[in-house]
């Protein structure tokens, strides 16, 4: 018996060979590239072959669809001879530009999703063909995914050309496919509501999951159909299911319209509240005109208040919710990442931009320091919320960047930016010039959806330089501005929560990843919804065994689970043996095992140390197991008994 190992044939587009790699990699698949089709050495393992759509071959390379080797074609078709052979004819291609999708993929077993560019049109010439799903377009139908098996040789077509489409959502170019004004706000960023005509339902759907989906469910079937485990690197470590990732950005701290702050006196008559209301109200409008007046580089309304009187009067603000928050998670058992500003923006900056800056801290401050320590202790992470002058300003962003590591005393931070501003792919350049290990901007601010068509981490690709760019995306899903704020969405909590859960719904479908992004500068007694909104939101997330993480560690387990490469592979009816080279220790490294024929009973070691049974989730088919992965090589041993 053997184990599957992918070889993807990357003699092909980069955009579309980065998409196969992508896909290959979040699926934790032992796959290698090759070039040159007489390399291919099948000893070593059971071997299937990916070939791209824009895969450069020559008529003697085609001759590979004639031989026992398993194939899966995305969206590459060979000659005519080579296809009627197989038992289909080209008749046509079909091809749509973006923003516009080409078709609609339908599986058999009711997946759906949309693609983009071309796809060849076949006609079909044989009943041994099996048609594992169709496409819709233009009001038509076409063979989407065929395929052909006698024994060992399986081929699989999935015509619709999937990779590319993984490029368009990675790389940000719906930004530069839409030219039109209408579709962008007054910020410059993408308006999520106005292109619901063009994406359609699909809005709410992870694409690339959907994707990733179709692809391994065909290697599941070859799998089985040649009696082969199936072995993969799990998604998350300790066997979660998905991920649930908490951020918060801290725009403001004690923001309060002075007009509000007086009605709240009057109303309730609590004295010293009312003073304490009034005092900050005050305070941010001097503050605010202070800095619109240049005479002061930075806006702190906690800066302009005697210590003494802060202490006395902060239980009285209402937007100060750190301590709500921290309760929250806590009776969760979460950690969060939280972003502050570095400090308030400078007139010179600041002219040409906006006409209000929303901050009224700077890191400066006792009580703000104070707070980022206390977070740091209860194991959180500290990141930069970039101003909306540094997302394409160099020196703006790296000004910033020092302040923060000065105060947190590390290089490796993550960062978001302000409103969800970016300039694609600028943007991403410049936060991995400037070394940051993940940005976490990538999401849509007037309504809700997969804006990357995914939740999970990826590297984004710059489209202009023919590249993946070395800094991760971790796009956020669920922003509670969207729903709530007046200018957006302007939802109930009940419509709001409902939408919320819909969306964990579907992450879980995939075992995907729901990062959160939530403002503690809510007015208790205006906004309570909006806490209780976010506290039902995690206890329906739990249901679904989440890894409660936060960004900066998503985004080092993201790395380092790319990193970890399978080696040697033996197998035989009752065993099989990997190793694993992993580049540093972590705990609860995770490993799913599908064996063809059923699994009843399983002992698993690994470095000749047999793991517990709590390590160990079996399921009809397949096992589940968890362990702490030593850098460099961890022998796997699985003992079967069917």
């Given at each position: ?403 923060l590591i000065e105060v947190i005393g590390t290089q490796h931070i993550g960062v978001r930016q302000h409103r969800l501003l970016m300039d694609i ?218």
């Amino acid at each position: 018996m053997e184990l599957l190992k992918v070889l993807l044939f990357s003699r092909a587009d980069p955009e579309e060979e980065y998409g196969a790699i992508e896909l290959l990699q979040r699926m934790g698949l032992p796959f290698e590239t090759v070039k040159d089709l007489n390399e291919i050495d099948r000893e070593k393992g059971f071997t299937v072959l990916v070939i791209p759509h824009s895969a450069m071959m020559s008529a003697n390379e085609e001759e590979i669809f004639t031989s026992d080797l398993p194939i899966i074609s995305i969206g590459f078709v060979p000659n005519q001879r080579i296809s009627e052979n197989i038992g289909f004819s080209l008749n046509n291609e079909k091809s749509v530009q973006p923003p516009s999708y080409c078709g609609q993929l339908e599986m058999s077993n009711g997946t759906k999703a949309p693609f983009y560019y071309s796809f060849p049109i076949v006609e079909t010439l044989e009943s041994s063909l099996v048609l594992m799903g169709k496409i819709y377009a233009q009001g038509k139908e076409y063979p989407g995914v065929i395929g052909k098996s006698h024994g060992g040789n399986i081929k699989v077509f999935i015509l619709a050309n999937l990779l590319r489409s993984v490029t368009y959502f990675l790389s940000g170019a719906e930004e530069s496919v839409l030219k039109s004004s209408e579709f962008f706000d007054e910020y410059g960023r993408i308006n999520a509501r106005k292109i619901r005509g063009i994406r359609k339902e699909f809005m709410e759907t992870p694409v690339l999951e959907v994707y990733q989906e179709i692809l391994f469910k065909v290697l599941q079937d070859i799998c089985k159909m040649n009696d082969i485990p199936l072995v993969q690197k799990w998604f998350y470590p300790f066997k979660h299911k998905i991920a649930l990732c908490l951020t918060h950005d801290i725009d403001i701290v004690s923001s309060m319209p002075f007009r509000s702050a007086l009605e709240s006196f009057l109303r309730k008559k609590r004295i010293k509240e009312g003073i304490a209301r009034l005092l900050l109200a005050f305070i941010y409008q001097a503050s605010s005109f202070i800095f619109k007046t240049h005479l002061s580089g930075r806006r702190d309304t906690y800066g302009m208040l005697p210590q003494q009187i802060l202490q006395t009067f902060l239980p009285y603000n209402p937007y100060w919710n750190f301590d709500v928050f921290d309760r929250i998670e806590k009776e969760f058992k979460a950690s969060n990442s939280t972003y502050f500003f570095q400090t308030g923006v400078s007139r010179k900056t600041y002219e040409g931009l906006f006409n209000r800056i929303e901050i009224d801290y700077s890191i400066d401050s006792t009580h703000i320091r104070r707070v980022i320590g206390t977070l740091r202790q209860k194991g959180c992470e500290i990141g930069l919320h970039g101003s909306i002058a540094s997302y394409k300003n160099t020196m703006q962003m790296q000004s910033e960047k020092s302040k923060l590591i000065e105060v947190i005393g590390t290089q490796h931070i993550g960062v978001r930016q302000h409103r969800l501003l970016m300039d694609i792919p600028g943007t991403w350049e410049l936060h991995a010039q400037e070394g940051f290990i993940y940005d976490s901007s990538y999401g849509y601010a007037h309504d809700f959806g997969f804006r990357a068509g995914t939740g999970f981490p990826f590297n984004p690709w710059d489209i202009d330089k023919k590249r993946d760019l070395p800094i991760l995306e971790i796009p956020p899903i669920i922003h509670d501005g969207t729903f709530y704020q007046e200018h957006f969405l302007n939802y109930s909590a009940e419509k709001a929560l409902e939408i919320c859960k819909g969306i964990v719904d579907v992450v879980r479908r995939y075992n995907g990843v729901i990062t959160v992004l939530w403002h503690p500068h809510i007015d208790r007694e205006k906004q309570r919804q909006w806490f209780d909104s976010y506290s039902e939101l995690l206890r329906y997330a739990l249901e679904y065994d989440p890894w409660r993480t936060n960004a900066m560690e998503l985004a080092k387990w993201w790395i380092l689970r790319k990193k970890v490469k399978f080696g040697k592979i033996e197998a035989d009816k009752t065993s099989v043996k990997f190793s694993l080279y992993s580049p540093a220790n972590y705990q609860g490294f995770s490993i799913k095992m599908q064996a063809p024929d059923g699994i009843s009973n399983c002992e698993v070691s690994v470095n000749g140390q047999s793991l517990e049974c709590n390590r160990i989730e079996k399921y009809e088919d397949s096992i589940l197991f968890s362990f702490d992965m030593s850098e460099g090589a961890n022998e796997v041993k699985i003992m079967m008994n069917k």
